[in-house]
């Protein structure tokens, strides 16, 4: 199984290969007989989104409100690949409070801000490092969403900014 991470694009050349045979002599005529093959491996690439989020402090702090943001994951891979699209936790994994989500954003202060990244926007389900199965349907791409989904009533978060990087990895 090959992986390729989103910061990666590998790319399979495979190239016709013929293979020498005997030459067969016929009454003052010769013949050769060339083998051509080729053998197609499976390539993949992967570009992912970015999100970018503007909130005021008194909105994050009031509970009962959700902010989404949808953002596509494209994927191409050579017709019929079957893989795997797993998201790691990020770099502070649910620091913020599994309540608040999967994972969490953190700022230069050491503060957390919750969040998930979940296949569709209500959150019922979401990307885990386990991943996704995904057969493509042909090397034209596909476009797979990515919804990012931030609870409000988190009192603990405090004015700053806030990051996360999160490693996507397509197994083939």
């Keep these: 199984m090959k992986r390729i991470f989103a910061t990666l694009v590998v790319i399979f050349v495979t190239a016709v290969q013929a293979t020498a045979a005997t030459t067969i002599v016929h009454h003052g005529s010769k013949t050769t007989i060339l083998s051509v093959k ?11 989104p970015s999100f970018n989020f503007t909130i005021g402090i008194g909105y ?3 509970p009962g409100n959700r902010i989404t943001k949808q953002s596509p994951l494209n994927v191409k891979c050579t017709r019929g690949t079957a ?11 649910h620091a913020a409070g599994s309540q608040f989500g999967s994972r969490s954003m953190g700022s230069p202060d050491g503060n957390y801000l919750g ?5 569709d926007s209500a959150c019922n389900s979401v990307w885990t ?3 996704y199965t995904y057969v493509s349907p042909g090397y034209q791409g596909s ?6 989904v931030i609870k409000t009533g988190q ?3 405090k004015q700053d900014p806030y990051r ?4 996507v990895t397509i197994s083939f």
């Design 38 to 48: 080729e053998t197609v491996k499976p390539t993949c690439s992967l570009t992912t």
């Design 60 to 62: 994050i702090h009031a």
């Design 83 to 93: 893989t795997q699209i797993g998201m790691n936790a990020g770099l502070y994994g």
């Design 115 to 119: 969040y998930d990244l979940c296949h």
């Design 129 to 131: 490092a386990q991943g």
């Design 143 to 148: 476009s797979l969403p990515v919804w990012t």
């Design 155 to 157: 009192p603990h978060v």
């Design 164 to 167: 996360d990087a999160v490693t």
